[in-house]
């Protein structure tokens, strides 16, 4: 039983180690070298012509403000909503989790665009019907901004917060909160000196992975950024990339190896922060069932205030989208646009047999993937919360690897890699580079989850003789469902709209959806762009629904078990 | 003359047909020709050429900014999938200088003018061209730039959209391109690159994204491109007449040194360079072909006369990147 243990840890870092460094690797390569290949003779030329920019400071202050600020607007609303719907009495649960999911399944270019027609100071909708409303010289509301930048990729990261806080709510001991009520205090004294200091390993991991990720984001500063002028890390590597037609990945990687160090020290600090995860073990033994809050009078206004948000932020967006799959070019709604108003976008995403063979091929990456993904998740979360060495450490960090640079120069990391491999052009590549990639979005929500089971439960179970497997599959894993279910939906979502390493390495006959999506935005037709984007909506909505419908079905036969 | 002329482009046909049999017999063997690309909607054209000849054209689409490093990265690997290849001329030279392209003259190229083949190996067939394009609803013609200095006019402030002139290659060709072939002085060429800048135009990533905020009124006029007006038709698109040339990047064509198909490839080639070929281009796409006498279905582009710039070296586009960073960033 305990070789099994042992054995684990090192075989996990092989096979995760394989996965992520590999590309890194070849990127590592690519910045040492000369000449725009990942081999090359040795030079330092692209690490001192990079970080000897002047304009580096100012970018870097940009991508500090950026990506804090995406942290705090994402974990923020997220634990707001999931503490309203996991442990309140508010009305229409389940429409709550659909539209704190539903920014996963938007491709970023389209939400990014469709605040754009919402708030850009020339004529944005809102802002027109402000200016008329209040008879305002000036708009209001100026999208191409920081501000704007975050606001929007807050939004756009909110599910990561989300299904990480989540489960972690879900997951709480009801005596801690009993035995602060019995001392006499408030429930929103009980809130916020028992609830939230206990959940602060979930709402680190968010925190950290949401600014993991939006430093790896290019979608909003390249479309809200850059008409602002306003440049982060992202767009700067990408000013390296498409400056010249030798685009040279090599220098775009060594400016890419900062933001990889900034996430290892994030990992490292939330490893740091924290270490003695006894102190948050919420599910010991007896007694397990989170108490749900009688919200009373404030029931009602609470949840139109969450109503109100969740329509601005995620349902006007959703139909601007619809609005212009409708119309023929990008108009401002008016009696012309609506009378000139056709489905012919979306006739011709049907028609088109590329566009159908991708959403084949996505459905069935986004579905396989995620599944082979979340097993591997659940065994790493497993020896990162209880086994806790020096390699489960090495291993957490490796785990982030491809994940934390930024996305177009982690793209052609895995395509120096692929091609050394049979692997090359095949739907297999790009299995194998999204698992590589996003396994943090399974490990995360399972972390948190782990770390809320007491290993007396573990230890009752092994004394009884169970070994480690059975172990796993009768206690631990009965308990995670809630994390499994938040991984794979975070990993089939996010699988389904992969652009990315899609981009890279995708070929005829492996098209998924998100490349058919950027082809139609680099040839500026966003009509059929947010037609085939509403489809991947619909489809993720529907894989979402069925896996949080297996999910809930699952926690209740364990129930009557 | 004229009798003479078609008597000549018969003969011409005629022989190129026989020449093409036993091509076309060779190519059928080897079944298929892939081609690597970066260019809207050319299905039509692909699936023509596999009924025409039953060879199977397939086509991967592959961005501007990744096209070498894929390209090269396959070919170093021993495993470039591609027989035939197409992209801006300045990367068709990069990748012949590191040996990716094989030679060869297309008889279907014959009536091509003849600067678009320097060499044996990179047959141009296009030009990338750029345009002032304004919305018509908002924009009467007559207000519209009579020449690109009218850019300048205060008028256009803040209603101006461009790709990022500080990163966007083919935009800093194009500027490159306006001092070399269109200002009388390099003095002139500043003055309206400043004027510009003082416009503060709003910056996109790429071409791509330049038309929609023209369509939408959110911008009144974009340095964009002309094929625009048919992809995005019934979008209250026209392109100002300046009496200035129009300028642009020349598109190459060329087969690969390691086609696993290279009788497929000469096909392709041979077929892509075709009069029925670059009508489609020009009609479903606006692309502004060489073949003579082809023209995309914009009125008045006809008449007007398309430049192609000279190739920047990319320290030079870098070199300008900079420059113009400075000028477009001064408050």
């Given amino acids: 039983m305990f070789s099994t243990r042992t054995a684990l840890t090192p075989s996990l870092i092989v096979i995760v180690g394989f996965l992520t460094v590999c590309p890194v690797v070849m990127l590592v390569l690519g910045s040492f070298s000369e000449g725009i290949g990942a081999f090359g003779k040795f030079t330092l030329e692209k690490y001192i012509q990079s970080y000897t920019d002047p304009a580096f400071a100012g970018i870097i202050v940009n991508t500090v403000i950026f990506t804090i600020g995406s942290g705090f607007v994402a974990t923020l609303l997220a634990l707001f909503l999931a503490y309203l719907n996991t442990r309140t009495n508010i009305p229409f649960k389940f429409l709550f989790r659909i539209i704190s999911i539903i920014p996963m399944m938007i491709p970023h270019i389209l939400f990014s665009v469709s605040w754009v027609l919402l708030l850009n100071p020339s004529n944005g909708m809102i802002n027109l019907l402000l200016k008329q409303i209040f008879n305002l010289e000036n708009s209001p509301f100026n999208i191409y901004t920081l501000g704007g930048m975050i606001l929007v990729e807050g939004l756009l990261d909110l599910p990561i917060a989300y299904l990480i806080l989540a489960p972690a709510m879900a997951a709480f001991d009801v005596s801690l909160e009993e035995s602060s009520k019995v001392s006499g205090a408030s429930n929103l004294r009980t809130l916020t000196r028992v609830t939230l200091p206990v959940?602060?390993?979930?709402?680190?991991?968010?925190?950290?992975?949401?600014?993991?990720?939006?430093?790896?984001?290019?979608?909003?500063?390249?479309?809200?950024?850059?008409?602002?002028?306003?440049?982060?890390?992202?767009?700067?590597?990408?000013?390296?990339?498409?400056?010249?037609?030798?685009a040279d990945y090599g220098m775009a990687a060594a400016v890419g190896m900062s933001a990889l160090a900034a996430s290892i020290a994030l990992i490292y600090l939330y490893r740091y922060l924290t270490s003695e995860s006894e102190k948050y073990v919420t599910i010991s033994s007896r007694g397990y069932r989170p108490s749900l809050i009688e919200l009373k009078k404030a029931k009602y206004p609470l949840f139109a205030i969450v109503g109100l948000l969740s329509f601005v932020l995620i349902v006007l967006p959703v139909l601007v989208l619809f609005y212009t799959s409708l119309v023929p070019y990008s108009m401002v709604p008016d009696a012309r646009a609506f009378s000139m108003m056709n489905w012919k976008h979306w006739l011709d995403v049907l028609k088109d047999p590329i566009s159908l063979l991708s959403l084949k091929n996505s459905v069935f990456l986004g579905i396989v993937g995620a599944t082979l993904g979340v097993i591997l998740s659940i065994f790493v979360s497993y020896v990162i919360v209880k086994v806790r060495t020096r390699a489960a450490g090495l291993l957490e960090s490796i785990s982030f690897l491809s994940f934390s640079f930024p996305g177009i120069v982690i793209g052609v990391g895995f395509m120096w890699f692929f091609v050394r491999t049979p692997l090359y052009a095949t739907i297999w590549s790009l299995l194998i580079g999204y698992i590589a990639t996003y396994l943090p979005y399974g490990i995360r929500p399972l972390t948190s989850a782990f770390i809320q089971i007491h290993s007396h439960l573990e230890e009752s179970s092994r004394v009884c003789g169970g070994g480690t497997l059975y172990t796993l599959r009768r206690i631990v894993i009965p308990l995670l469902i809630p994390g499994v279910v938040s991984g794979w939906i975070l990993m089939a979502t996010m699988f389904v709209r992969e652009l990315t390493l899609s981009v890279v390495l995708s070929r005829p006959g492996t098209e998924v959806l998100a490349v058919q999506i950027l082809r139609f935005a680099?040839?500026?037709?966003?009509?059929?762009?947010?037609?085939?984007?509403i489809m991947m909506i619909c489809i993720s909505t529907i894989i979402v629904v069925i896996a949080s419908l297996i999910g809930m079905k699952m926690t209740r036969v364990q129930e009557t078990d | 003359m004229k009798k003479l002329a078609i008597l000549l482009f018969v003969v011409l046909m005629a022989t190129s047909a026989y020449a093409d049999q036993a091509l076309v017999e060779k190519a059928k063997g080897e079944g298929k020709a892939a081609f690597y690309a970066n260019i809207t909607a050319i299905e039509p054209i692909m699936e023509a050429f596999t009924n025409e000849y039953g060879v199977k054209g397939e086509y991967t689409r592959i961005s501007t900014s990744k096209f070498l490093a894929t390209v090269l990265t396959e070919f170093q690997a021993g495993k470039l999938l591609a027989d035939v290849l197409q992209s801006p001329l300045p990367i068709m030279e990069l990748l012949k200088e590191k040996g990716v392209l094989a030679s060869y003259r297309s008889p279907a190229a014959a009536s091509y003018p003849a600067w678009t083949r320097k060499d044996d190996k990179i047959q141009i067939f296009g030009i990338e061209y750029v345009?002032?394009?304004?919305?018509?609803?908002?924009?009467?013609?007559?207000?519209?730039?009579?020449?690109?200095?009218?850019?300048?006019?205060?008028?256009?402030?803040?209603?101006?959209v461009m790709a990022n002139p500080s990163a966007h290659a083919t935009t800093i060709s194009w500027l490159i391109g306006l001092k070399e072939n269109v200002f009388p002085s390099e003095k002139a060429w500043m003055d309206f690159v400043k004027g510009l800048a003082a416009n503060k135009p709003m910056f996109v990533r790429s071409f791509g994204p330049t038309p929609a905020p023209v369509e939408s009124g959110e911008k009144l006029i974009a340095i964009s491109m002309p094929k625009y007006i048919i992809t995005k038709a019934p979008a209250p698109l026209d392109w100002a007449r300046v009496e200035q040339p129009l300028l642009g990047t020349p598109r190459g064509i060329a087969i690969t040194a390691s086609a696993s198909h290279p009788n497929a490839a000469k096909l392709f080639v041979d077929y892509w360079l075709s009069k029925d070929a670059m009508q489609m281009l020009a009609d479903k796409v606006g692309e502004y072909v060489l073949h003579p006498g082809v023209y995309p279905p914009i009125d008045g582009i006809d008449k007007a006369k398309v430049l192609p710039i000279r190739e920047l070296s990319d320290d030079e586009i870098r070199y300008w990147g900079s420059e113009f960073k400075k000028i477009f960033d001064a408050p």
């Fill in chain 1, 199 to 246: 959940l602060r390993p979930a709402i680190l991991a968010s925190f950290i992975l949401v600014i993991v990720r939006s430093l790896a984001s290019f979608a909003v500063p390249s479309i809200i950024g850059m008409p602002g002028r306003i440049y982060v890390l992202a767009t700067h590597i990408y000013r390296i990339i498409a400056t010249g037609f030798a």
């Fill in chain 1, 522 to 533: 680099e040839d500026g037709l966003w009509g059929k762009l947010s037609a085939l984007g």
């Fill in chain 2, 131 to 160: 345009a002032l394009i304004y919305n018509k609803e908002l924009v009467k013609a007559k207000d519209a730039p009579k020449r690109y200095e009218d850019l300048t006019n205060p008028k256009w402030k803040g209603k101006i």
